[in-house]
């Protein structure tokens, strides 16, 4: 059956032409390339915070947690502990099978395992930009530090480790989902952390920004230390992806310099496909596996990598 979706628009506020799609029962077997879809596998529109389904109360549980413990101290704690990169050794394909154990309480779009995420993703991209290989293996890794949750990276809890993230040192932007959580965070009240540049200067570059901990800074990581040869746009996407209050509602951009501003319009296209390809359509692993190991050699120096 091939029906018609209007799209007025997308999340970017572009004009979208209506899109011809074949349908089969659970399949949307696309005409052309990935079209967004009207909702999400609950039947609800994507990062849809407060509407009652049954993920909400779960998810707004998370945040108040999120928001209450990740402070500056916290964070720098973390990243001063997880940079030594002494957990584990082992190469990327062994991550991703870790993560068919993982499901993100923070997500009000997927309860499925993260492994099943990580190919949607790539796999929607693929479809898409054929020729941008970093772009298909950076969709396959940019979720691969949550493997923090597991006992051997020291189980932390999902509030370390998924959920949107936020800068800490200046000003919580009223942006970020659920805002009001920050009202228990011990840097609210604090003068040095709750101005609009806090710690930073006008345009330092993120880079030089602290980020809330989890698994995007972890990853990037990961990735930089073990000396990938993925481009900057890539390392940007993987550390930032969860930077929703930067990258989709605009918000500290004084922070910013211009190469970040160069990699957002990578990471705007990557999130396209990061959020709505989660649906419970599955993957045939076995199938693709072959062409993302060929990726991860050509990007990775070693087979093992340091976590
Ligand atoms: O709940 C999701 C999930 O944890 C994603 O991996 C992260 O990138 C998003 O920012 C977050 O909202
Ligand atoms: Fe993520
Ligand atoms: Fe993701």
Redesign the pocket.
Known sequence: MTILIEQAHDHFGNDVEEKKADINEKELVLDGGFVIPHSNSFGHSFRNYDVESERQEGVENFYRKNHTYQCYDFVKKMREEYGKLNRAEMSIWECCELLNEVV?E??PDLDEPQMEHLLQTAEAIRKDYPNQDWLHLTGLIH?LGKVLLLPSFGGLPQWAV???IFPVGCRFDESNVHYKYFKENPDYNNPAFNTKYGIYSENCGLNNVMMSWG?DDYMYLVAKENKTTLPSAALFIIRY??F?AMHREGAYKHLMNDEDVENLKWLHIFNKYDLYSKSKVRIDVEKVKPYYLSLIEKYFPTAKLRW
């Open positions: 993100d923070s997500d979720d998924v959920g949107d698994h992806h969860s929703y």
